[in-house]
């Protein structure tokens, strides 16, 4: 399995990004694509997950109402919309591929990581 993930940048506070999480080598349907946050100094966090195959979705509770995680199947590429930025926000964002059940937060879960990309959210 491979992830590529893009569309981090520089925005003001109060901006947006879209982030992208492309997905291949994968061979079943039943799998969860999560996005973490990794600021400097400080561990990696669960940001937003969705399971693919029941589209169960969580958020953490830091980004509930400003984010939004979404996919399409027909692109295997799963989304990270982030509205409302904050300086708080600023870090780096991986995406993460798992098939345990649910929506797993903690990172140990997750079997393959994308390279990250730098979301930078000045103020």
């Known amino acids: 399995v491979q992830l590529q993930a893009s569309g981090g940048g520089l925005v003001q506070a109060g901006g947006s990004l879209t982030l992208s999480c492309a997905v291949s080598?994968?061979?079943?349907?039943?799998?969860?694509i999560s996005w973490f946050g990794q600021a400097p100094g400080k561990d990696r966090e669960f940001v937003a997950g969705?399971?693919?195959?029941?589209?169960?979705?969580e958020y953490s509770d830091s980004v509930k109402g400003r984010f939004t995680i979404s996919s399409d199947n027909a692109k295997n590429t799963v989304y990270l919309q982030m509205n409302s930025l904050k300086p708080e926000d600023t870090a780096v964002y991986y995406c993460?591929?798992?098939?345990?059940?649910?929506?797993?937060?903690?990172?140990?879960?997750?079997?393959?990581w994308g390279q990250g990309t730098q979301v930078t959210v000045s103020s």
């Open positions: 969705m399971r693919r195959s029941a589209g169960k979705i």
């Open positions: 080598g994968f061979n079943s349907d039943d799998y969860v």
């Open positions: 993460a591929y798992t098939t345990v059940i649910g929506v797993p937060e903690q990172p140990l879960h997750y079997y393959y």
